[in-house]
């Protein structure tokens, strides 16, 4: 239905219909936007995180960023982090020493978890199938969280 005053309304309308190519544009929605900027905030992070020198440790566990939750339990995570009771983290922090109360080694997290003597006893009672892993294919058991979190 015509009405008056809408002559320059009616000639734009029909003008389009005779158009090959249509030249509206829709924008994205703010949904779009949303998943493209954090796209864009993790793939920022994991190029931060991959081209960093520090978390050289955490690396061997975590290669590629994640926004999942991680729940821990404190002494795993000093194992995850290499932080906390181990001589290698208490000396580059405080100085002390880095030797392992076992006089064979220097106290890092896989020295303690896999090789210290003083925790032979408790590592005998572990599966064979985990005596010949490294702590990178060990991490993801279950099992060895706890096995773990006991000797930390």
């Known amino acids: 239905m015509l009405q008056w005053g809408d002559e320059r309304t009616d000639f734009l309308a029909k003008s389009a219909t005779e158009k090959d190519l249509i ?5 994205q929605s703010a949904r779009q936007l949303r998943n493209a900027s954090n796209q864009n905030i993790r793939e920022n992070w994991q190029a931060r995180w991959s081209d960093s020198r520090k978390g050289i440790w955490e690396k061997t566990f975590y290669e590629k960023v994640d926004t999942k ?4 339990v404190f002494y795993f995570n000093q194992v995850l982090t290499g932080h906390g009771v181990f001589g290698s983290f208490q000396a580059s922090m405080f100085g002390k020493p880095t030797e392992c109360q076992c006089g064979q080694s220097i106290e890092s997290v ?23 892993k490294d702590l990178k294919e060990l991490v993801p058991v279950h099992e060895f969280r706890s096995q773990a979190s006991a000797i930390v």
């Open 110 to 132: 896989s020295h303690v978890i896999l090789e210290c003597e003083l925790w032979r006893d408790l590592r005998s009672e572990w599966p064979k199938s985990w005596k010949n």
């Open 69 to 72: 939750r991680i729940c821990g």
């Open 23 to 27: 030249d509206v544009e829709f924008f």
